[in-house]
């Protein structure tokens, strides 16, 4: 397999599951909020803050993928800049 099309699904693999992350942790906080309010006789207030936490912990997961992938972007714009200009790669710190 060549190396485009590997790096191509390892990009699928990172964030093609982000979608799915931020809806499951939205069900999983309703969810331990609406468990909770069951056990503890909240009406509902414990349903609404899982509810609230899922929905911050999804969009910080979104928002580490977008910083990520904006990372790895940049990256490869001056990897694609160098190769370009004829300039040598830099030492790689991995």
């Known amino acids: 397999m060549a190396r485009q099309d590997l790096k191509g699904l390892t990009a699928f693999a990172d964030y093609g599951t982000v979608g799915l992350n931020l809806v499951l942790s939205i069900i999983l906080g309703f969810a331990g909020g609406r468990w909770l309010d069951r056990k503890l006789g909240a009406n509902g207030w414990l349903t609404m803050v899982g509810f609230g936490f899922g929905v911050v912990a999804g969009f910080r997961f979104l928002y580490q993928a977008a910083v990520k992938m904006r990372r790895e ?20 710190a991995n």
């Open 73 to 92: 972007t940049e990256e490869e714009d001056e990897r694609e800049r160098r190769s370009e200009s004829g300039d040598e790669e830099p030492p790689s």
